[in-house]
């Protein structure tokens, strides 16, 4: 235990965040309930700042160090296999004959477990959004309850939305990973809607600290109905955003650093709503072959 407090003392002492980069893929899961917490920067307006640091929160045991350890050898193990394979585990040739391909499908808890969701209630709104599985466990429902009441702390002005994002991947030893789609030009979903709009969005790794709040949005539009519908969005369709707003530099998706990608309804009517997605997977349209739907801007040098 002493040496543990040690070593993150010493850490401290290059910078503020070191510590859980030196020290992170070991003491992850003993750090996890105070790292969510420091995750986001946002703090309700009015109440106290934390006062204890994220260490001194932390329960060590030197035991499950050990199995953490076993866990990322391990993974590092199957990511070298996969490598030495071919990009994302399979044979050169079947990668660039790639037509199709399932990233998420929702056939049990396991597979719920990969997604979270959230909503207005982390800055003080009403809104309520859950998710579990559907009917024979043969999709994903995402349903609630949308509630535009703005929060009376005096700073807040628009509430009234619900999300679900996938988590991020993560590689052996807390390593960033990123899901590489070059290889197609269109997202496909087979969703079942109640006829309320919805923003896709997609994340890439930012090159620079300015840009963690970029994204790429698109619409999605649910018809409504008992039948399900397939929904095929060309990448090329999506825009740049950056914290709500649509940005006048726009430029194509970075396919090769994908990092996440999520579910938004904020279409500011009150009420409930629900979606359900059987799978969310990528195609290959040859037919399509805009590279880019949006104008782009060159500055004058």
């Given at each position: ?66 199995d ?28 660039l004959l ?77 390593r ?7 290889n ?16 896709v ?56 650093k994908?990092?996440?990608?999520g ?39």
């Amino acid at each position: 235990m002493t040496l543990t407090v040690k070593l993150l003392n010493s850490a401290c002492l290059h910078g503020r965040c070191c510590r859980h980069q030196v020290l992170h893929p070991l003491l992850g899961p003993l750090l996890s309930d105070s790292m969510s917490k420091s995750y986001s920067s946002y703090r309700r307006p009015g109440s106290q700042p934390e006062k204890k640091t994220s260490w001194q929160n932390a329960n060590f045991s030197l035991k499950k160090g050990i199995d953490v350890l076993k866990t990322q050898l391990s993974m590092l193990k199957k990511e070298t296999e996969d490598y030495l394979i071919g990009p994302g585990g399979h044979p050169l040739s079947r990668y660039l004959l790639e037509q199709t391909r399932v990233l998420w499908e929702f056939r049990s808890q396991e597979d719920l477990n990969k997604w979270v969701i959230s909503s207005d209630v982390e800055i003080g709104g009403k809104s309520e959004v859950y998710l579990k599985l559907g009917r024979n466990n043969q999709a994903a429902l995402l349903y609630g309850t949308l509630n535009t009441e703005v929060p009376r702390d005096g700073e807040t002005k628009y509430s009234g939305y619900c999300s679900m994002r996938a988590k991020l991947p993560v590689g052996s030893f807390a390593r960033k990973k990123y899901y590489d789609w070059s290889n197609f030009n269109c997202l496909y979903l087979r969703v079942r809607g109640d006829g309320r709009p919805w923003m896709v969005n997609i994340y890439t790794d930012p090159y620079f600290s300015h840009q963690k709040d970029d994204l790429y949005n698109y619409f999605m539009f649910t018809r409504g109905g008992p039948y399900w519908e397939e929904i095929k969005i060309p990448f090329s369709k999506f825009f740049l955003s950056s914290r709500g707003r649509v940005q006048d530099n726009q430029h194509p998706i970075w396919l090769d650093k994908i990092s996440t990608l999520g579910f938004t309804i904020g279409d500011k009517v009150d009420g409930p709503f629900q979606l359900e997605i059987d799978f969310i997977g990528l195609l290959n349209d040859r037919a399509h072959t805009e590279e880019f739907a949006y104008e782009t801007y060159e500055k004058n040098s």
